[in-house]
């Protein structure tokens, strides 16, 4: 069965930098484009990027371009968020997501001194 | 960006009721209109794509409709666990921008 399963989150001072992982199991990896979605603590959803399933397309939101870069590694069924100068309101859960079906279970970012 | 504004924000109903959400694009996004549900503490499910096509394993009381601009999503009779967060997100360009949420509680 399909199973995404995010990691790299925690605790980081504004400025700071993290990089999410997510392993992907049960399907074709290389087939699919694949996204970062965050929520931000009692908020609602908010899409921050997306990758072709061959890595040449990328997509990032307002919020976090030139800060973040997604990345994929499809000979380990890999997806990355690089997160680089790093601030409060970024603090949420960050899914990664085959969307709109598959989701992972989340990794919780806090920024805070 | 597509602007996706849901209403209502919130919604006490009771078990048995029909509810209906409501949720506006700021421009045509065809058919590319998801539903999802979210529980406390959980990552969204799917429960409608394309606007009325029900994800497999979604109780056929869930439906969605519309097209354009405009969509809803029905609950025909509300059972204890339908009682979450519902969102929905336009899949026509990117950013694939979600609604602010309805949050459906227990009257």
């Known amino acids: 069965q399909v199973q995404l399963v995010e990691s790299g989150g925690g605790l980081v001072k504004p400025g700071g930098s993290l990089r999410l992982s997510c392993a992907a199991s049960g399907f074709t990896f290389s087939d699919y484009y694949m996204s970062w979605i965050r929520q931000a603590p009692g908020k609602g959803l908010e899409w921050v990027s997306y990758?072709?399933?061959?890595?040449?397309?990328?997509y990032y939101a307002d919020s976090v371009k030139g800060r973040f870069t997604i990345s994929r590694d499809n000979a380990k069924n890999s997806l990355y968020l690089q997160m680089n100068s790093l601030r409060a309101e970024d603090t949420a859960v960050y899914y990664c997501a085959r969307e709109p079906v598959y989701w992972g279970q989340g990794t919780l970012v806090t920024v805070s001194s | 960006d597509i602007q996706m504004t849901q209403s209502p924000s919130s919604l006490s109903a009771s078990v048995g009721d029909r509810v209906t959400i409501t949720c506006r694009a700021s421009?045509?996004?065809?058919?590319?209109l998801n539903w999802y549900q979210q529980k406390p503490g959980k990552a969204p499910k799917v429960l409608i794509y394309d606007a009325s096509s029900l994800q497999s394993g979604v109780p056929s009381r869930f439906s969605g409709s519309g097209s354009g601009t405009d969509f809803t999503l029905t609950i025909s009779s509300l059972q204890p666990e339908d009682f979450a967060t519902y969102y929905c997100q336009q899949s026509y360009s990117i950013p694939y921008t979600f609604g602010q949420g309805t949050k459906l509680e227990i009257k």
């Open positions: 990758i072709s399933s061959s890595g040449s397309t990328i």
């Open positions: 421009q045509s996004i065809s058919s590319y």
